[in-house]
């Protein structure tokens, strides 16, 4: 059994009195020597260089139980920003956020994609101006996630199968040639479900659907992505639903893609918000195309449940519209078709808010700075 050094016992004693002010966000002195056992002489130089950091800093003082006032410590959660930017197909999104995971600010472009280095270019000028903008010093950013539709290689380097935005083969260098922060590339799937986790602690073992005009999920195990090979956490959207059915844009037939995305309602109604208040108002051919869908949409969550039997989570544009009735109709759909019915309910709605997405796709960056710096199991 090795013996910790004097560094050893410092450093642990540093990301215990990190760890502690971090959670509370506001302490004071006394409280943390009390709370962890550790004497003022270790605490007290601690916090002078975490002060000095500009990692917490001193904000008035607590009410007074006798004696004289104690200084409140406050935890800088602005002290390192991350960005997460989206890319679309007909804009792009770019949003910060800061160590507690909080959205600073979010902004969008409405610039229609392009494989070029035009676009590129504008995009990273974008987000240099969004930075210079929300006067973030450079060296506060851990880094910039990039999302779009498609396939990620596992370092995040390149896009290895991109063809919603006709970019296959696309590398991250494409945009670190004008940026000069950490950037990595992240599926929207899985920028969302990360997102949800982020949000619900208690998450543990999921698929999440994520139901925009696309389709995309992730299975989420443990609290984090069952890792494949070349298709990481799987694209179930492109399982046969219906043999020779409607053609996907991946060249095949009869994909959930293309039974389960929104387009079957766009296609109805021009818009979601058209779609849903026609639905509401008990319009006769609404109904009847919702019915359908639904009857998709359980067809692809029992085939999922054969597979794996987790919670289902259905995140995406689709959410904002979706009824606790409708989440009752799914759950009789697959309860009336499946070999192995249960009362139980396994449908939920996804947490989180309409920049899930660029929100996951720039957590990870404060997820391995609060690991590494604070110690934080996150």
Not at 332 to 347: A, G, K, N, V, W
Request: proline share 4%; net charge neutral.
């Amino acid at each position: 059994m090795s013996t910790m050094t004097t560094a050893d016992v410092r450093q642990k004693n540093k990301e215990s009195i990190l760890q502690y002010i971090y959670k509370q966000k506001c302490t004071h002195q006394q409280l943390i020597c009390e709370t962890l056992n550790i004497s003022r002489p270790t605490v007290i130089p601690i916090l002078r260089e975490f002060e000095e950091e500009g990692i917490i800093s001193k904000a008035g003082y607590f009410e007074s139980t006798g004696g004289r006032k104690a200084k409140a410590i406050v935890f800088v959660a602005n002290s390192k920003i991350s960005l997460g930017v989206e890319l679309l197909i007909d804009s792009y999104k770019i949003t910060a956020l800061n160590l507690y995971g909080e959205t600073i600010d979010s902004a969008c472009y409405e610039t229609p994609f392009e494989h070029s280095s035009e676009y590129y270019h504008t995009v990273c000028d974008s987000i240099s101006a969004f930075i210079q903008d929300h006067s973030i010093p450079p060296e506060k950013i851990l880094g910039i996630g990039i999302v779009l539709q498609g396939l990620i290689s596992s370092d995040g380097n390149h896009v290895t199968y991109g063809k919603i935005l006709n970019c296959t083969g696309l590398t991250i260098h494409s945009f670190t040639k004008y940026l000069p922060y950490p950037c990595k590339f992240f599926h929207d799937a899985e920028a969302a479900a990360l997102d949800e986790l982020w949000l619900n602690p208690q998450l543990t073992n999921a698929i999440y659907m994520n139901i925009r005009s696309h389709v995309s999920g992730a299975v989420i195990v443990n609290r984090d992505f069952l890792q494949g090979t070349a298709l990481k956490s799987g694209v179930f959207e492109h399982m046969c639903l219906i043999p020779n059915g409607r053609t996907c844009y991946c060249g095949r037939k009869g994909c959930v893609e293309t039974y389960c995305s929104t387009q079957p309602l766009l296609d109805m109604a021009g818009t979601l918000d058209h779609f849903f208040a026609k639905l509401r108002e008990n319009d006769t051919s609404c109904q009847t195309c919702w019915l359908g869908y639904l009857y998709y949409l359980a067809s692809a969550i029992n085939n999922l449940r054969m597979f794996i039997d987790y919670p289902i989570i259905i995140g995406g544009t689709l959410t904002q519209y979706l009824q606790k009735q409708d989440i009752q109709t799914l759950h009789q759909l697959i309860y009336d078709r499946t070999t192995f019915p249960s009362d139980t309910e396994f449908i939920y709605v996804s947490r989180s808010s309409k920049s899930a997405i660029s929100r996951g796709a720039a957590l990870p960056y404060i997820k391995q700075y609060l690991s590494s710096r604070f110690g934080l199991p996150v």
